[in-house]
């Protein structure tokens, strides 16, 4: 069993900063990823980033390219983070945490959930 907590949600202006953090815990195999997804009112859950557990390599959506970063803490790569740069009204959701197997890319490729955080982009 997989544990995924996320934490790190909040209000922001447009054009704002903010930093989302992501530990998971529990039996996590090598070959998987750990990665960001989002879902906004009234919209499917997409993909945002995410990250091979082993190599760190990463994925972005083209959405967030060039805005966003994903990365994975030194010491421990249980611990990924979402920096999320540049904010626009469009980028409010609740983002969730995953674990799956690499590259994590497709809803349907999460096999854990965290229970998300809300992010409100708005002035």
């Known amino acids: 069993q997989v544990q995924v907590v996320e934490s790190g949600g909040g209000l922001v202006q447009p054009g704002g900063s903010l930093r989302l953090s992501c530990v998971a815990s529990?039996?996590?195999?090598?070959?998987?990823?750990l990665g960001w997804f989002r879902q906004a009112p009234g919209k499917e859950r997409e993909f945002v980033a995410s990250?091979?557990?082993?190599?760190?390599?990463?994925?972005y959506a083209d959405a967030v390219k060039g805005r966003f970063t994903i990365s994975r803490e030194n010491n421990d790569k249980n611990t990924i983070y979402l920096q999320m740069n540049g904010l626009k009204s469009e980028d409010t959701a609740v983002y969730y945490c995953?674990?799956?197997?690499?590259?994590?890319?497709?809803?349907?490729?999460?096999?854990?959930w965290g229970q998300g955080t809300q992010v409100t982009v708005s002035s």
């Open positions: 995953a674990a799956g197997p690499a590259p994590l890319t497709t809803e349907n490729g999460a096999r854990y």
């Open positions: 529990g039996r996590i195999l090598s070959s998987w990823g």
């Open positions: 990250v091979r557990y082993q190599t760190r390599s990463t994925f």
